[in-house]
């Protein structure tokens, strides 16, 4: 019948504008090994490593400012902790490092309308002496418009960059809306500024700044550069729109010495092969000064070196799995650099890292795509249960892995929903009850479960004989 | 049928089940006055005065702690604005009072884990002076437990009281998990505790300390009392869980000086009949010194000066209405006391107050209730298109109209919506972003038609002949 036969163009002719594809043409289907499946659920459902880790890091060390004795502590509590729960190699590789410190801190609106404003110094920021500053005001709305701006508009000035960086799940915004932090202070400098203070890098509304890390580049004389928080600026900016000039007494006391010393934490559950390529995964162990770095990182480290011990918990898998708690990785990924300085020789099956908070991954990408797609297709159907789709577009992330990816090893990107992460980066507030106790468990489960499929296998440990 | 009956005898019978009355029995329908409608909406949809006041004394003035030189530029901040909006018989009415302000303030972990908290002292704390004090810190969960322990288990120890106050509407929480920061401090004292910090009274997880004020009484000496923020409350008691002795470094410098002076800044709308009982409104102008006093309580000067001057714009009431922004609430209720003394022979129609944030009016209560049932039943109508319900078990509330309903005047409140109250109250945090200025409108349309009904009608003004 003709109703029939229209009905049948109708359902071919549809379907692929619906994106839908015939089943005939799929792709032989992917199957979740069970022991894969039994590890990632048993990880989702009860895995006490992460919480452990985070909570002791945080509370017995708390603060770990790269190149400090606080993080010389950090690293010891690492290899106790480490070496307690089985790993084995477990060593620091120690770097040397400038290091910086905060002072002091304050900013206060002289005129027109006295009143304090909260602030912190961004990483490597000059220092304004305990005295303090007093400039007025210049606004700029981007640093574009500030490198836009005639020096003479600037000079002996506080520059005062503003934007207005939106939460995205992606984490998107912070390339972006990161320059007025990451370019301002140098352009700032170059144009003869007295000092410079932006709006916090960040998505919140809370008198918290974000710190963070800046260069002066290009010969740039270091110069007193601070974070106001989001409340503060936008203050700041109606204080501006009354149309009257704004002086600001700043001060910013901080120090910047050489021959500082960090170093990379590093443990490893052998492989059965011990000439196969390595699974790499990490953090970092060092954090900003103002939080106890929770979320940044002691969430990351927290997560690869449970998902690491729930596969050493399974017996011992064919690839050694290397996890590293990076050094100093705040102040510009000297851990890194490190790591891949030393180990310039070693083959790596893969290389991975957690820094982006503790809240659920929800897309996952890896350059196994291209090499390797049967792992890649066994990943995708063991991470989809956990509400993790892929991301085909993907492309190699993570200041602590990257050197040694830009060495030859391939990546792979577990991404996290960052739609809260830039409310509580890099601020006071980063602290162990931002950490959201299920979803760090579906990190755990996550990493597990690729751990195992790029593992080559786990075997069961072989008995040992009781000592006579 | 007996079907029939059977239905009939359920109807019957369910109705009062489900609280459902007859509608026979009803009283007549209170319907709303047209003109108060009117108003209402009018209000509701496009206020501008009340975020213009409270825009304008946070961002042109900031915070304003009682006493201080602060208050005194708001003060006059409140004459010039009040004048300009057209109110009539703007004056301060000033008195004398002890003040108390901040100075330097930290709290440091010397031992197991060194690390920094954050802390701010409370009201009329005792000082440690500038280099602080150090003691072993003796950890109880609630103010009783404290008040139970020996005085040999509290002596020279800092005492820490822990609590779990959680977000309540109507703000319920506040009264009992308010004690630790009310007796705590004198309790400790009386046991000859060297200092005190409490977990601070809040509902929040930032790292922003909640003031407030507390008094030594009983001859207590005062001693350095200070409130943690929520996060480094719970990391101190993980820290406490490791089970070894805990010792801190406490700095709380403070300064209470006597012969301060604060007062109350007064405007009206005189009546048409000068001698008919006054309505009183208001909020306090005073602020805690940390954020800009936005929820805490620009927004209720701004609000019922709102709802003043949207009925002056529709005329002239035949009651007087009188708006006041009372100085030094925050510290003890020093305006509200010098207010009644100051009018100790005025006769009022009413008496209420807006001092518990922005967020929406959800219910209101009245004593005309039980004095003057018509206007109770005028009221519930033109506040129930604002969502707002009855709420026949209040009872009078408020510190700055308090002594003034002792007196005699009966009382309206208002009551807003107090679940993200206790978040920000008495931090930093309390800033104008908090303010949702739909909801803000919310509250001046209430109070405009709680003014309206309660103003003994609106005549429009007389036109004024233009001078020849």
Chains 1, 2 share one sequence.
């Not at 009257?244 to 050489?258: C, F």
């Not at 830039?422 to 299920?438: A, E, G, M, S």
């Amino acid at each position: 019948m003709k109703s029939h036969l229209l009905g049948a163009l109708l359902l071919a002719s549809a379907a692929p504008a619906l994106g839908q594809t015939s089943i005939a043409t799929l792709p032989p289907p992917a199957l979740v090994d069970p022991k894969v499946a039994t590890l990632r659920d048993h990880a989702l459902e009860s895995d006490h490593y992460a919480w452990d880790i985070v909570e002791g890091l945080t509370t017995e060390v708390g603060q770990r400012l790269a190149g400090t004795e606080a993080e010389a502590r950090a690293r010891d509590w690492a290899v106790k902790t480490l070496t307690a729960l089985g790993f084995s190699n477990v060593h620091v590789e120690p770097f040397d490092m400038p290091v910086w410190t905060r002072g002091a801190e304050g900013a206060e609106i002289v005129s027109p309308f006295p009143q304090k404003l909260v602030v912190a110094a961004l990483g490597y920021s000059g220092s304004t002496g305990p005295e303090g500053v007093t400039g007025e005001i210049v606004h700029f709305d981007s640093v574009d418009a500030l490198r836009a701006a005639p020096d003479s508009a600037v000079k002996g000035k506080i520059v005062f960059i503003d934007h207005d960086m939106m939460p995205a799940q992606d984490g998107s915004g912070y390339g972006q809306f990161g320059a007025p932090r990451r370019q301002g202070p140098t352009i700032a400098s170059l144009k003869g500024a007295l000092a410079i203070v932006i709006r916090s890098i960040g998505t919140d509304h809370h008198r918290n700044p974000h710190t963070g890390v800046q260069y002066f580049t290009d010969g740039a004389a270091p110069i007193p550069a601070g974070a106001l928080t989001v409340p503060d600026s936008e203050q700041l900016v109606r204080i501006l729109k009354r149309g009257k000039p704004v002086v600001m007494h700043l001060t910013l006391v901080s120090q910047k010495t050489a021959g500082g010393r960090s170093g990379n934490v590093v443990a490893e559950i052998p492989g059965r092969d011990p000439n196969a390529p390595v699974l790499l995964v990490g953090g970092h162990l060092d954090s900003w000064d103002q939080g106890t770095g929770a979320i940044d990182d002691g969430a990351g480290v927290a997560i690869t070196t449970a998902a690491a011990k729930q596969i050493m918990d399974a017996g011992r898998p064919l690839r050694t799995i290397r996890v590293v708690w990076f050094g100093a990785e705040e102040p510009g990924g000297f851990g890194g650099t490190a790591l891949a300085k030393a180990h310039a020789g070693d083959r790596y099956a893969i290389a991975g890292e957690s820094d982006f908070g503790a809240d659920r991954i929800w897309r996952f990408g890896t350059q196994l795509m291209k090499t390797d797609p049967a792992t890649y297709r066994a990943l995708e159907a063991a991470l989809a249960p956990l509400g993790i789709v892929k991301n085909d577009k993907a492309e190699a992330d993570g200041t602590d892995v990257d050197e040694t990816i830009k060495a030859g090893a391939p990546w792979i990107s577990l991404g996290q929903d960052g739609t809260r992460y830039f409310d509580i980066h890099h601020t006071p507030d980063d602290t162990l009850d931002k950490i959201d106790p299920v979803q760090l468990r579906q990190n755990v489960a996550a990493w597990t479960a690729a751990l195992a499929i790029m593992s080559g296998g786990i075997e069961p440990e072989p008995k040992r004989r009781p000592r006579r």
